[in-house]
Every structure is written in structure tokens, then in C-alpha cells.
């Protein structure tokens, strides 16, 4: 489950990975989640991540929840609409996750590296965010992410 602004959330269903290109529709109705591309510009240059994009309630509930694997370009973008505090939790959650607070403008706000998988601990925006991206624990480290870096992607108007 997640947690934000005290509302319990979650992530998306299970499905099988690794089908390349499906449209969004034949995504969903083959139990494949579509992707978008998403480019984090780092200090160290761009890096190109496919993201699922959790833009509705059912969607932000669930994330990553139940899941046992998640390939190492793959991520969650989740759209809150506006910007808020966000309070995430790992309940339910198997992969350790880097948790990536985005401002509206795409600017990185905040980093919470290697979430602890299973855990209630709350995890913090500390301030404002419009978003959220998770990716495998220790892909922010390891292509140098920090706050100030910007997020690419049409949900931030980029």
C-alpha cells in the first residue's frame, strides 16, 4: 500500500514483463503495463527509463505493490495532480525502492534511497511534490541523481 497525505494508496497489478512495444490498449488488455519514456538529466548526462504512469487513484494504490521483479530501466511515475506532501510506505512492496519526489516544473525535490521492502516506516516528501518516481534501490546512486536534477517527461509540460 501507499500512504499520502494521510490516504492509504498502493501501486499496479502483476502482470508479465518483457513484451516489447505494445500499444497502451493491447498493454492493458494483454495484463502488460504500458510505459512512457522518462529522462532523468543528471550531472553525469541523460538516462532514458521506461515508466508505467499511476495517474488514477486505482492506479497510485496499488504502485508496485506485489511485485517480485522490476527490470533495471523500469520505473513507476506516479501524477498526483498538483503539489502536495507525499507520505509513501513500502507495506505490501517486495523490491527495495529509491523513492524520487519531483516538483511540478520536473525538478527533483527529494531522494529516499533503497526503501526498505515490507516496511510501514513512513517516507516523506519533505515538502511539496507532484509526483513521485520509484526505481530499483540504488539506480539514483548509481547515475548520480540529485536534487536540482530534472525529470523529462510530458507530465511536467517537458
Known amino acids: ?10 501501486g ?23 510505459t512512457e519514456k522518462l529522462t532523468l538529466e543528471t550531472g553525469g548526462g541523460p538516462v532514458s527509463l ?4 499511476a495517474r488514477d ?18 520505473g513507476m511515475l506516479f501524477d498526483f495532480g498538483h503539489a502536495q506532501t507525499v507520505l509513501m510506505w513500502m ?13 511540478r516544473d520536473g525538478k527533483v525535490t527529494h531522494i529516499e534511497e533503497n526503501a526498505e521492502p515490507l516496511s510501514e516506516a ?3 516528501s ?3 511534490a507532484f509526483a513521485v518516481l520509484e526505481v530499483n534501490a540504488g539506480v539514483a546512486k548509481k547515475i548520480g ?10 507530465l511536467f509540460g517537458r
Open 1 to 10: 500500500m501507499r500512504l499520502f497525505v494521510g490516504v492509504l494508496l498502493a
Open 12 to 34: 499496479l497489478a502483476v502482470a508479465p514483463l518483457g513484451l516489447a512495444g505494445p500499444t497502451p490498449a493491447r498493454a492493458l488488455e494483454a495484463g502488460v503495463p504500458a
Open 50 to 53: 521506461d515508466v508505467e504512469v
Open 57 to 74: 487513484p486505482a492506479m497510485r494504490e496499488r504502485g508496485l505493490m506485489y511485485r517480485r521483479y522490476l527490470p533495471e530501466n523500469r
Open 91 to 103: 507495506k505490501n512492496t517486495y523490491i527495495p525502492l529509491d523513492m524520487i519526489f519531483i516538483a
Open 122 to 124: 513512513i517516507i516523506s
Open 126 to 128: 519533505q515538502g511539496p
Open 145 to 154: 541523481l540529485k536534487p536540482g536534477d530534472v525529470a523529462d517527461h510530458p
